[in-house]
């Protein structure tokens, strides 16, 4: 399971970059260039945390079917975290498509492939 989910990160952020050069053409600014930088970093310090103690406090580890749920809750949390500090901070370009994109090829990967 661990190099599928490898496979499955470096795949995304192949896609990412390919769709970033072809679909929004001209460089689009980040999340850390606008008023949100603080909010996202705390967001996603949040976001880290809560999962970090679930994977050693909470979840059995051993156990092969919830660590692919785990896994996959933890794709999704992220994905629409970031989704939507793009949504709300760069308002004037198109990123936030591609990060929904990512999430439904990720979530496509995730059904064929780990479950």
């Known amino acids: 399971m661990e190099l599928s989910i490898s496979i ?11 769709l970033e050069k072809y679909i929004l053409k001209n460089p689009s600014p980040k999340i ?16 880290l945390f ?27 949390v992220g994905a629409v975290f970031h989704i939507s500090m793009e949504w709300w901070y760069l308002k004037g370009t198109n990123q936030f498509v591609i990060s929904i994109f990512l999430l439904v090829i990720g ?8 479950f």
Request: aromatic content about 20%; some cysteine; overall charge neutral.
């Open 8 to 18: 499955l990160v470096l795949m995304l952020a192949v896609i990412g970059i390919i």
């Open 107 to 114: 979530l496509i990967y995730f059904r064929i492939v780990i």
């Open 32 to 47: 850390s260039d606008t008023n949100g930088k603080n909010i996202n970093r705390w967001g996603k310090g949040c976001i």
């Open 50 to 76: 809560f999962l970090i103690y679930l994977y050693f406090f909470v979840l059995d580890t051993t156990e092969e079917d919830t660590m692919k749920w785990f896994f996959l809750i933890v794709f999704v």
